[in-house]
Structure formats: structure tokens, C-alpha cells
């Protein structure tokens, strides 16, 4: 079996989710714009392609309104000026742990190096980890935002690599997407612990599949035997 040596997170979704209140986020986002609202955070939220576009959020969640609009017959809308608003109110320390997340985090500390590889910008997502009072349990962050590429491209996984000094094949990562942590984590040669969060579509094989984060200690004593 295989004996990891180290441990990488990513962080929304994975380690950690958004507690703000969304709806009255959304209708202070029209309120403070001078729109007459239409549709939800969950039109929005599906409206939106991918992961947040950190060199131009106005113009990702513009798009993501204009969707929503159209839905709406609300052509008329000034979306950029929706998102600009959007933009303003999220606030990224408002967020709480996933369950079983501390003892995942104390399992991977206790096998070897830890770390987070998220495609947030470096802001964010130091003020997520500073919130969760977790910003010094890992042995690097790295921000893919900053990076050329950003996840599923290999460069953000060899950068925590090179990082804490370890090799892939040793090396677990646990995301909670397919499409972005599994592929983008196999890709670079390490092996993948995807935490169940949608249902799956594609050709994705985890090697592990979680169904919550208190999953990661039984699979890092098993691979250490």
C-alpha cells in the first residue's frame, strides 16, 4: 500500500464552506445597484461557468448576471454594475469548517507535511484560513490565482510540491470537485480523495471517495500500515 508523506487541501468546498447569508447578500447586491430584482442566488450560482475568473470578477459574475437575465426577459439590466455591487458585499471571512475537517487536518499533520492548493486569489483566501483559525497548520498555500495556470493544470500542484520537498506518487490530495481536483491532481501524478459533493458526470476514477472529511484518517492509517 501506499505511505503518503504529505497532504494537500483544497479549500472551498473541501475544508470549508460560506456561511453568509446568500439571499440577503443578493438583494442588497440589487438594492445597492438600482435594479428591480430577478431571479435567486441559485440561478446565479448556476449561471456561472467554472471557477471565478480572479484576473476579472466583475466580467465573471457580469456574465454569470446576464444569464440570469435572460432567463428573466430583463435585458435592461446593468449587470457589471450587479457584479461590481457582488463583488463588494462577499465577504470571505464569514465562512465555517466542514465537518470532520480539524481531524483530517491533525491525521495529515500526524503522516507528514500539509498544505492547500485552491485557485482563490492570495486575499481571499488567507483571510478564509486567518477566520477558520487555521492559517498556520499548513507547510505551504499556494493561490493558483497568482499563478500562470490555475487548476486542473498541473502547475499549481508541482508548486506545493517543489514546496514542501515531496514527491507526487507520495503525495494525497482531496478536493471536492471532479473536474478541477481529481483530473487536475492525477494529472500531476498524485493520487486523488474526492469529496463527494456532486453527481458525477465524465470518466473520473478517484482513487478514494469521501463522503465526509472524517473519511481522511482511516485512509491515511490504512495506506500507513
Known amino acids: 500500500m501506499v505511505k503518503f508523506d504529505a497532504v494537500l487541501f483544497d479549500l472551498d468546498g473541501t475544508l470549508c464552506r ?11 447586491v440589487f438594492e ?5 430584482p430577478f431571479g435567486d442566488p441559485d440561478d446565479l450560482w448556476t449561471a456561472l461557468s467554472g471557477p471565478p475568473d480572479h484576473d ?21 439590466a446593468d449587470v457589471l454594475a450587479l457584479a461590481r455591487e ?24 500526524a503522516i507528514g507535511t500539509v498544505g492547500v492548493v485552491t485557485n482563490g486569489p492570495t486575499d481571499s483566501q488567507r483571510t478564509k484560513l486567518d477566520a477558520l483559525g487555521i492559517g498556520d497548520r499548513f507547510d505551504t498555500v499556494v493561490c493558483a490565482a497568482e499563478l500562470p495556470r490555475s487548476k486542473p493544470h498541473t502547475l499549481p500542484f508541482e508548486r506545493a510540491l517543489d514546496d514542501l520537498g515531496v514527491t507526487p506518487e507520495r ?13 487536475g491532481a492525477q494529472n500531476a501524478g498524485l493520487a ?17 471517495v469521501l463522503e465526509s472529511l472524517s473519511d481522511v484518517p482511516s485512509i491515511l492509517r490504512r495506506d500507513d500500515a
Open 18 to 28: 460560506r456561511t453568509q447569508d446568500t439571499e440577503a447578500m443578493y438583494e442588497r
Open 32 to 36: 445597492r445597484a438600482s435594479e428591480e
Open 56 to 76: 476579472d470578477p466583475i466580467g465573471y459574475y457580469g456574465a454569470g448576471f446576464a444569464r440570469v437575465a435572460a432567463r428573466y426577459d430583463r435585458s435592461d
Open 86 to 109: 457582488l463583488v463588494s458585499v462577499i465577504d470571505d471571512s464569514d465562512v465555517a469548517l466542514l465537518p470532520g475537517a480539524v481531524d483530517a487536518l491533525d491525521a495529515a499533520a
Open 171 to 183: 503525495t494525497l490530495y482531496v478536493g471536492n470537485t471532479l473536474e478541477y481536483d481529481v483530473a
Open 192 to 208: 486523488a480523495a474526492w469529496l463527494r459533493s456532486e453527481t458525477p458526470v465524465g470518466t473520473y476514477d478517484p482513487e478514494y
